[in-house]
């Protein structure tokens, strides 16, 4: 089977469902046919393990002469198990979504944005990766402008996120490929040729310094986190979910930056770790005093973003791998949780604490599962984000014992917040006269609550087949940072 075949097919897929939709004659046919785009995406992103071979899956397509760039294609260690993640988050976004936001505008949105994380997973060119970085952030742009008059902040907040995390990158692949075709490079925009030609080290810190503000930008890290919050709070869930919750910011700093900036990464990671630190303690403590579910898990993400980049920006064994996972893991249990919060938002019309209580009467397994998404969150033995932070404190502990127990100290503070959170949203008495109709889950909510939770215990249970897959990324990563 072609490889080229099967990461086009999968880039496009999403894609193809976002015309269906938008030609859809009812909400409801539209509704099903973004599930089934996003159930095919689903199936065709597991065809690349399959495929896997030799620590890669790789595709060469047709190329433009002209401005030096090309169809380059393909999934390494790190990045194979991401297609499956990002179309299984799509995915049960959709299925246990409130169908009666869903609409055909939504719809596309969600779809051409998977379609575009996608691209920028699988690009082994710089032309396109830039170009598909941008494309994730337009469908939410487009949906914003929509409700401007009704919310302000919200659109000025997300214009900043997009440009913000779109000018750097673009500039640093500019530069780039300036450089590489002084150095004599023939395709100016291809990781392996830029790889083979190098970069002068003189730039490279420079070139660090945009790629990291675009890689700090998109991870919501102190001093860049703002837009996170405010877009989980206010935006559309669906399009906020995928661009929060995609690992598109990691993928940059190990695709690009530690390859081709071993110099920049000297420089340049030990203050990516210092971010790191101070968003994963500034998000655990401003989640802590939160009073609305949507706002909380925003500042909740942040935290684990911030987690996940000091492991890498540690560049330890340990702390590399420990951080990948712990990228897999958050997303799981958070997607569930979010899904969670979604369904109390729905039924009864707010997502503030202070007018909520008491639901466990009437939403008993909506509690259990946010009691139990809420525990894989944080790490609770059993579950991924359990093995992944072990792994990460370790890496971390011998060098820097303060960081550990900070990263400790962090765990601890998302934990009461989310036991604070499940207290007063399904515990203690129900506000008077509110709620009295509140619906159970649907089965379809269920399902898709039942399979994250499965999916999180049992690679928790069983993570040695993920920390062999990136093994050889793990070691390439920490060869080029400490050679």
């Not at 691209?119 to 396109?128: F, M, Q, S, T």
């Not at 007018?355 to 525990?375: E, K, S």
Request: aromatic residues 6%; charged residues 15%.
């Amino acid at each position: 089977m072609s490889a080229l075949l099967v990461l086009s097919a999968l880039i496009l897929s999403p894609l193809l469902g976002a015309l269906l939709v938008a030609r859809a004659p009812r909400r409801e046919s539209a509704f099903q046919r973004a599930v089934v785009a996003s159930a095919v995406t689903l199936l065709l992103a597991f065809v690349p393990l399959l495929l896997f071979r030799e620590g890669r899956v790789e595709a060469l397509g047709p190329r433009l002469p002209f401005v030096r760039a090309g169809l380059h294609l393909g999934l390494d260690g790190y990045s194979v198990v991401l297609p499956p993640l990002v179309a299984g988050m799509q995915l049960a976004l959709l299925v246990a979504g409130r169908r009666a936001v869903l609409d055909r505008q939504k719809l596309g949105a969600m779809l051409v944005t998977a379609s575009a994380t996608l691209a920028v997973l699988c690009a082994r060119d710089l032309a396109l990766f830039g170009v598909a970085w941008v494309a994730t952030l337009l469908p939410g742009e487009r949906l914003i402008a929509k409700q401007e008059s009704r919310d302000p902040l919200l659109r000025r907040t997300y214009r900043i996120f997009l440009f913000g995390g779109s000018a750097p990158l673009l500039l640093g692949i500019g530069l780039i490929a300036w450089l590489a075709g002084r150095q004599g490079g023939s395709a100016i925009f291809d990781l392996d040729e830029l790889q083979r030609v190098g970069l002068p080290a003189g730039w490279q810190p420079v070139i660090f310094a945009l790629l990291g503000m675009a890689v700090l930008m998109r991870r919501a890290a102190v001093p860049f986190h703002g837009w996170l919050p405010v877009l989980l709070e206010r935006g559309p869930l669906g399009v906020a979910l995928l661009l929060a919750q995609a690992q598109v910011g990691i993928h940059l700093l190990l695709r690009v930056a530690v390859p081709l900036l071993p110099e920049g990464c000297s420089v340049g990671m030990p203050l990516i770790a210092a971010l790191g630190l101070v968003s994963l303690l500034h998000g655990a403590v401003l989640a802590l005093v939160q009073t609305d579910l949507r706002r909380m898990l925003g500042y909740l993400i942040s935290s684990q973003k911030g987690m996940v980049l000091l492991g890498v920006a540690s560049m330890t064994h340990e702390s590399v791998s420990g951080a990948l996972l712990q990228g897999i893991g958050s997303v799981i249990a958070l997607t569930g949780l979010a899904i969670v919060v979604w369904a109390v938002e729905s039924r009864t019309g707010t997502a503030d604490m202070r007018q909520l209580g008491g639901l466990v009467i009437r939403m008993p397994r909506t509690a259990a599962f946010f009691f139990l998404l809420g525990c894989a969150g944080i790490g609770f033995p059993g579950a991924l984000t359990f093995v992944s932070e072990d792994l990460l404190i370790h890496g971390v502990l011998h060098a820097h014992p303060l960081l550990a127990a900070l990263m400790l100290l962090s765990t601890a503070i998302n934990g009461i917040t989310l036991f604070r959170a499940f207290q007063r949203t399904f515990l203690g008495p129900a506000p008077r006269d509110r709620h009295a109709t509140v619906e159970a889950l649907l089965l379809r909510e269920r399902a898709v609550l039942l399979a994250l939770l499965c999916l999180t215990v049992a690679l928790g249970v069983a993570p040695s087949g993920l920390l062999s897959l990136r093994e050889p990324v793990v070691d390439q990563v920490v060869a080029h940072l400490h050679p």
